[in-house]
């Protein structure tokens, strides 16, 4: 069965919107003037008005000379059929507003069943490369909660864009090259130097925290004192280099509890090994964007739309933080090929998005092929209460804390239901909490529901059941929940903002729980088994786009609850 969602719906209403005026206008019913090349549909905000609504008569009306409600009726009388559409009205002040056919909504449950695996998936993409490189957390100590916020989004959104047709991989960057490194392997070194009982002190702007201590000890139990018998300088490295590895290790294990997996773990360093630090410094230099004062070279961001100039070689001769930045951006767009990328970041970096938008200029790169997320910070309460402070070591949360405590659903729920730029608070107690106060319990709640009918219904065979028998408000009521999840993956991707899949989610299971109070799926009454095997069909249906809608949000979609 051929899929048409609502989406493909939508799309079709706006063409036949744009053919229905320009045939008014050939009949001299409508004056001649240019139509939008984009007719908005969307959907009403009062649901009794239809499925979607069009103001494009209101739009028109200034260019028409004409009151929007008689554009309207010229339009209606010329709008093709459509197969989903059982009513065309026109509403004052001069809206054109859908209803979709009963007929059509009962059979996108056969077409759901059909495609458990690909339902709501959407071609936005055509199969451009994307990449999205999200958490890239400085590789000096164990992830923390301003970290999983970014985790979350970055994966999140790599989802939806695969879901759109988009050619997705997963970057993290590893930050192992430059200054904070070697201050991470000199504070190491003190604390591998301490526990052997040695008097050595912690860089003055060393890492101060209880992990640092912990790590130190176990290296030493791990490689005894050979640290100590070899050139200070040597030993601060491969200390470096070890804690490196270890907290690398660390970030994997973190994440991958949250199920988050990447294609590719990209070291800095390789910027310099294999000469794309070179590379660009020359394209800088040829373009005429380096300047040399102060004793540094830098770029000439300013020539390009940015505030101010940037340094990219320090005095010392060191490369800075952007010199990194735009080596690393030469990588992805030209030497790897990708056809866009993303790059998640805390609402801290604010400052660096014009300097990049500059670098994409004078790389003579599409500024538009870069997207930068910027996410706020949020903030943990337990209760009503400010949690500031690890309960375990007195300093910072660590993702793996709050994970042990509330689960990755819960996490990865909580972080998505805001967009991207909203702060927000992540309430512990409430994430744990079992009851419809909960937003994760009562969507995983409704999954293990339909899990539990369709257990009940035992070896009864409904695969031939009669979806037309699906009739009543509450049936399909759920269906035109169900049939809008290609909506909500095409405006998440096309807006790289998974927040829309959060209140779908929990739409979809008020939905289907209104369903499940008011129709009774298994029936034992006379006459009942047709009506019983239609309502199967459609659980069933309800369950593959709910698993779908938490898959995408990377969550789990149990059967017991």
Not at 184 to 196: D, H
Not at 302 to 328: H, N, Q
Not at 379 to 384: A, C, M, N, Q
């Amino acid at each position: 069965m051929t899929i048409i969602d609502t989406a493909t719906v939508s799309r079709d209403l706006q063409r036949n919107l744009a053919k229905a005026i320009k045939s008014a206008q050939r009949k001299r019913d409508l004056p001649p003037f240019d139509v939008p090349e984009e007719i908005v549909v969307e959907r009403p905000k009062q649901e009794s008005m239809g499925d979607f609504a069009s103001p494009v008569c209101m739009q028109l009306a200034r260019l028409a000379r004409m009151a929007p409600i008689k554009i309207a009726e010229q339009v209606v009388r010329r709008l093709p059929r459509h197969p989903a559409i059982a009513a065309v009205e026109v509403a004052h002040p001069g809206f054109i507003n859908f209803r979709l056919a009963a007929s059509w909504l009962t059979d996108q449950v056969s077409a759901i069943l059909a495609a458990p695996d690909t339902y709501g998936n959407v071609d936005l993409g055509k199969g451009q490369r994307v990449q999205v490189e999200f958490v890239s957390a400085n590789p000096t100590g164990p992830l923390h909660m301003g970290s999983a916020r970014n985790a979350v989004l970055g994966d999140a959104i790599a989802s939806v864009l695969a879901a759109a047709g988009y050619d997705v991989q997963r970057e993290y960057y590893v930050n192992d090259g430059g200054s904070q490194m070697r201050l991470f392997g000199a504070t190491l070194y003190a604390r591998y130097a301490q526990a052997l009982g040695r008097d050595e002190a912690v860089p003055e702007n060393g890492y101060q925290g209880q992990y640092m201590v912990e790590l130190g000890a176990r290296l030493f139990e791990e490689h005894g004192e050979r640290f100590l018998t070899m050139p200070r300088d040597e030993a601060v490295r491969q200390l470096g280099d070890l804690g490196l590895a270890e907290v690398i290790a660390g970030a994997k294990a973190d994440l991958a509890m949250m199920g988050i997996t990447y294609d590719c773990w990209f070291s800095e360093r390789k910027l310099y090994q294999e000469g794309q630090y070179d590379k660009v410094m020359a394209i800088l230099r040829e373009g005429g964007y380096l300047d040399l004062h102060d004793g540094a070279v830098w770029f000439k961001a300013t020539t390009l739309g940015a505030p101010k100039d940037e340094v990219v070689v320090r005095s010392d001769g060191t490369p800075g933080y952007f010199a990194s930045d735009i080596a690393y951006h030469y990588n992805k767009f030209v030497e790897r090929g990708f056809d866009r990328v993303i790059d998640v970041w805390g609402a801290d970096h604010q400052g660096h998005v014009p300097r990049m938008f500059a670098m994409m200029k004078a790389l003579g790169l599409d500024p538009t092929r870069l997207s930068l997320i910027l996410y706020q910070l949020v903030t943990l309460k337990r209760g009503g209460e400010v949690v500031r402070l690890s309960k375990r070591t007195g300093d910072m949360i660590t993702l793996r804390e709050v994970l042990e405590e509330v689960g990755p659903d819960a996490m990865r729920f909580f972080l998505l239901a805001r967009s991207a730029d909203s702060q927000m608070d992540f309430d512990l107690e409430l994430a744990k909490e079992q009851s419809d106060e909960n937003p994760v319990y009562y969507v995983q709640y409704a999954h293990a529901r339909i899990c539990s009918i369709l257990r009940h219904a035992g070896d009864l065979d409904y695969s031939e059941g009669d979806v037309a028998l699906l009739t009543s408000e509450p049936e399909l009521a759920l269906i035109r929940r169900m049939v809008r999840l290609g909506e909500v993956v095409g405006l998440s991707a096309e807006h790289e903002s998974p927040h829309y899949l959060t209140y779908y989610a929990q739409e979809l299971a008020a939905a289907f729980h209104a369903f499940y109070r008011d129709c009774r799926v298994v029936s034992s009454e006379p006459g009942d088994e047709a009506i019983s095997k239609a309502r199967l069909k459609l659980v069933s249906a309800c369950r593959i786009v709910l698993a779908r809608a938490l898959g995408l949000m990377g969550m789990t979609a149990p059967e017991v609850m």
